[in-house]
Structures are given as C-alpha cells and as structure tokens.
C-alpha cells in the first residue's frame, strides 16, 4: 500500500516530514509531525462527484491532515479519477473490490493516524475552514470525544441552500444518549469530528448494521456522556440526489428499530420504539400513502407523536412536509 499525505497546514510550514516518513518507510515513532485530523472518504459510483468532494477536503488550511480515500470497487469511473487526483494532489488511496460499506468504513479507521477523525462523503463538499474550526474546538475541551456541527442542503447540480438545515440546530449546545434514542434530536453522519481512540475503544463501526453512524453516535453517547454541537460550524454541503441511502426509509427505520434492541434494558426502550414508529408513519403519510395505511396496526400507539401524525394521511402531499 502507498502512502502518501498532503500537508496543508500553514504557508511555509517546511519539509513535510509525515510525508517524507512514508516515502521513506520509516516507523511510527520516527514520523516527527503526526495529522491531527484523519478525513476518511469511502467512494462508490460517485464518477459526477468524487473529484469536486476530494477537492475541497485537499483545499482545507490551518491544520495537520491526511485525507484517506478507499473505493469500495466502483464499476463507474470512479477508480480512474481518484488515481488521477491522487498523482495530482498526494493522499492515500486504496482500490479494491467490493466488500460493502461498513467494512469499507472500518478499514478507513484502521488507516487513520490523527487525533481526531471525520468521514465525509465521495458526492458532498467540505466547507473551507470546517477541519480547522473542529479540531481547534475539540483540542480546547479534552474531557469531549466529539463535536458536531451544522449542515446546509446542495442540490443535485452544485447549488448550495444558504440556510442551515432546521433539524440540527435544534441539537446546540449539546446533544444527550436520551435525545438521539427518543429521536428528539438527530445528529447528521457529515457533522461529526470524533476522537479517534474513543471510537476504537468501542469497536469501530458496528458490522451488525447497514448504515455507519447511528450505531456508533448511541454507543459513543451512552460510554462517554453529551458531547457539544455547535450552531456556527457548517460541516458539510450536503448533496441531496435520488441515491442518497436516507432515500431508503423503510429499510432505514427497520435497522433503527433493531438497533433500539440492543438497548432494550433501558428505561426508555418501550417509549423509544413508539417514537420511531411514530416517525416512520409520518414519512409513509408523507410518501405512499396507500403503505400507511398498511403499516398502521404495525406502527399505531395511543401516543402524543403518532396521533399527531395521524391526520397526515387524509392531507394531500402537496400540503405537507415530510
């Protein structure tokens, strides 16, 4: 495997010694300037994409950072442009054949060697400052593990929202196991920057789930406690296009609530389960509502959150938000 990082730091920061170090092959301890921060970028079919994404994650200043791409064997041209990025720009790269996402993102953290770590997506775009503005934030509070920040919408084409999205903001100033497991709050998988050892201390990515990250914030929030959010970092433009996995509701749901049962000791278990349900009914009245219909004795509850949602499936959706 080759290594190879580029340092975008400061102007006029010298030898790139951590580069150096992996050209040279030489050990851990021998590296003299360690990253801070690991951006892991898991790609698959994002030909359209990929090349705006690693761009502006290579185009962040102000802090020691490596950026690690591993391609979960893309059929598109994916692989052709990454190489050709990577000859270009200087970041570890890894083409492989499929092995599917989690395993992919576990392989990603194996690599990392900063403090901190994010993941970020082969079809968003990293806002200028966010590796900076994260990584100053979490090395002033040591006792946090975590940091969130704010995310804003892109269209297909590139056309950024210039609001913040709602649903996070809510989250400042931090966000609590209780919150995310009601589903009071939510945290967006492109806001996080973590430290790398409290996520290896958990396991890594839990391979019992298909997506990545609600596993890993519950478990992250239940050992280690809060952990801050702020309302001025926008971590991520967003890229909302018909292959997004949240696209996906019905399967999504269904991972959250086997993902509720391995907590099924806590207080809140029952009155959790409701909740979620009571959120998967809103996005059917919302999408199809012929399968809400359908999905009623299975979702329904004598709940202030259902009940609410109930009236949703006799509006039009033109009426509605989902």
């Not at 391609?71 to 190489?83: A, K, T, V, W």
Request: glycine share 4%.
């Amino acid at each position: 495997m080759e290594y190879s990082i580029t340092n975008l730091a400061v102007d006029n920061i010298g030898e790139n010694v951590y580069v150096k170090a992996f050209a040279e092959g030489v050990e851990t301890e021998q590296r003299k300037r360690l990253p801070l921060v690991s951006v892991l970028l898991a790609s698959y079919n994002h030909e359209k994409f990929v090349e705006a994404s690693i761009r502006s994650v290579m185009a962040q200043k102000g802090v020691d950072f490596e950026l690690i791409v591993v391609d979960d064997g893309s059929s598109d041209l994916s692989p052709q442009i990454i190489e050709r990025l990577q000859l270009e720009l200087g970041f570890t790269y890894v083409h492989r054949p499929n092995k599917g996402f989690i395993t992919t993102m576990n392989e990603l953290l194996s690599y990392a060697h900063g403090k901190y770590f994010c993941t970020f997506a082969s079809d968003d775009i990293m806002p200028k400052d966010r590796l900076y503005k994260q990584s100053k934030f979490l090395s002033a509070h040591p006792d946090k593990v975590a940091c969130f920040g704010q995310i804003q919408n892109m269209s297909h084409d590139g056309k950024i929202d210039p609001e913040k999205v709602p649903l996070y903001l809510r989250n400042f100033p931090e966000v609590k196991f209780e919150e995310i497991f009601v589903s009071d709050k939510a945290l967006h998988g492109c806001s996080e920057m973590l430290v790398t050892e409290a996520v290896r201390s958990l396991g890594g990515y839990d391979t019992r789930f298909y997506f990545e990250d609600m596993p890993l914030y519950f478990a992250l929030l239940s050992k280690y406690g809060p952990q801050p959010v702020s309302k001025d970092f926008v971590c991520c433009y967003y890229r909302e296009h018909g292959s997004n996995m949240h696209g996906n509701y019905d399967k999504m749901y269904r991972e959250i609530l086997r993902l509720l049962e391995v907590y099924r000791s806590h207080s809140l278990y029952g009155y959790a389960c409701k909740r979620w349900k009571a959120r998967w009914f809103s996005t059917l009245a919302y999408q199809d509502k012929r399968m809400a219909f359908k999905m009623l004795p299975e979702l329904a509850s004598f709940t202030p959150a259902f009940i609410k949602r109930l009236p949703k499936l006799l509006i039009p959706k033109c009426f509605l938000k989902c």
